[in-house]
C-alpha cells in the first residue's frame, strides 16, 4: 500500500532551520508531483510548496517564499523541505502529499491522492 512518512519535525526558536524528509513507498516516486501542506491549531491545511516529478518546476505559497526550498531524490523516493529564517507562525504539522497528475502542480487540498501523517514543527518566539 500507498505510505508517505515526513520526519525532521522538531521545537526550534525563531530565526532557526529545519529540513523535513518524506519518504514515499508503493508509488513510483518519480511520476509523482509531491507537495507540503501545513496546518496549524484552529485553522485550515495550507498549501506549502510543490514540485514537479523532473524537480525542474517548483511552486511556493507567498507566506514561505524566499524562506523555504523543496527538492526531491528520486533514487531514495524522498521529497524534501528546507525551512529557514522560520517565524513563530509556521507552527504546524506539516504534511507531505502526492499526485499522479505529474503534469501540474496543484495547490489545493483536492488535488493529491495520498497524505503522510504529518509532523510537527513549532516555532518558539
Known amino acids: 500500500q500507498v505510505q508517505l512518512v515526513e520526519s525532521g519535525g522538531e521545537l526550534v526558536q525563531a530565526g532557526g532551520s529545519l529540513r523535513l524528509s518524506c519518504a514515499a513507498s508503493g508509488i513510483t516516486f518519480s511520476s509523482y508531483t509531491m507537495a507540503w501542506f501545513r496546518q496549524g491549531a484552529g485553522k485550515e491545511r495550507e498549501f506549502v510548496a510543490a514540485i514537479r516529478w523532473s524537480g525542474d518546476i517548483v511552486l511556493y505559497s507567498d507566506a514561505v517564499k524566499g524562506r523555504f526550498t523543496t527538492s526531491r531524490d528520486n533514487a531514495k523516493n524522498t521529497v524534501y523541505l528546507q525551512m529557514n529564517s522560520l517565524k513563530p507562525e509556521d507552527t504546524a504539522v506539516y504534511y507531505c502529499?502526492?499526485?499522479?497528475?505529474?503534469?501540474?502542480?496543484?495547490?489545493?487540498?483536492?488535488?493529491?491522492?495520498?497524505w503522510g501523517q504529518g509532523t510537527q514543527v513549532t516555532v518558539s518566539s
Open positions: 502529499a502526492a499526485d499522479y497528475r505529474s503534469w501540474r502542480l496543484a495547490d489545493k487540498i483536492e488535488g493529491y491522492d495520498y
